[in-house]
């Protein structure tokens, strides 16, 4: 079956720097979508990439996919311990409708 | 704002007993989705659900797992014999467009199996 992986697992940063979270993908992809899940909470959508290179922005966070669409990244500027939880990348293939989650990073922020 | 809703919060039962999970999907979405988180890990995709059918389900989803929709607004998830290893958090979402958009998440209800 299909394989999203995600580097790195945890992540612990200091307030303020920048973090990254890569997500990889065995198969080429319709399009991804990303997902925060708050320490005790539920997964809440951030953002949907489709097209090959793309780049969004929101205040902070910039997604990114990858030209081959098999890969895409998260990167959050001068980090806030609100930033703090599991950041997912989820996977949709051509052809059927299963959203597959990623294995997700974990970040922690040391105020 | 519109939201999913699910109940129980928790629910623990005994190896073998059924159960089930009830979820209210937001209104005038038409896809709905099962999924399983067990504690510490990832967000497997258990099935999804479209036109009263099941439309993809994952090989997690064997014969002990059913889902209904029964009245037009409950989405439930039946565990017919449930086992130690289905011990997990499971969240229903829901979505108005499928593939094209974005998944609303309930805030799930955690199985505990003794």
């Known amino acids: 079956g299909q394989q999203v992986m995600q580097i790195p697992q945890y992540q612990h940063v200091q307030e303020g720097e920048d973090f990254t979270t890569y997500c990889n993908s065995s198969?080429?992809?319709?399009?991804i979508q990303w997902y925060k899940q708050r320490p005790g909470g539920h997964p809440v959508f951030l953002i949907q990439?489709?097209?090959?290179?793309e780049v969004k922005k929101q205040k902070r966070l910039t997604f990114q996919f990858g030209e081959a669409k098999k890969n895409s990244s998260l990167h959050i500027t001068a980090t806030q311990t609100t930033d703090v939880g599991t950041y997912f990348c989820?996977?949709?293939?051509?052809?059927?409708?299963?959203?597959?989650f990623g294995t997700g990073t974990r970040l922690t922020i040391i105020p | 704002e519109p939201e999913v809703t699910q109940t129980p919060s928790h629910q623990v039962t005994q190896m073998g007993q059924e159960v089930i999970l009830r979820c209210v999907p937001i209104?005038?979405?038409?896809?709905f989705y099962w999924y399983r988180q067990i504690l510490g890990q990832k967000v497997e995709f258990l099935v999804s659900?479209?036109?009263?059918?099941?439309?993809?389900k994952s090989e997690i989803f064997d014969d002990q797992f059913s889902v209904e929709r029964p009245d037009g607004s409950n989405f439930t998830l039946k565990i017919r014999s449930t086992k130690l290893e289905d011990s997990a958090m499971y969240f229903c979402?829901?979505?108005?467009?499928?593939?094209?958009?974005?998944?609303?998440f309930g805030e799930g209800s955690r199985l505990t199996v003794l």
């Open positions: 979402a829901s979505g108005d467009v499928s593939n094209t958009g974005e998944l609303f």
């Open positions: 198969t080429t992809l319709s399009n």
């Open positions: 990439l489709v097209k090959s290179g």
């Open positions: 989820a996977a949709i293939n051509f052809g059927n409708e299963k959203l597959t």
């Open positions: 209104s005038n979405h038409l896809y």
């Open positions: 659900f479209y036109n009263n059918e099941i439309s993809e």
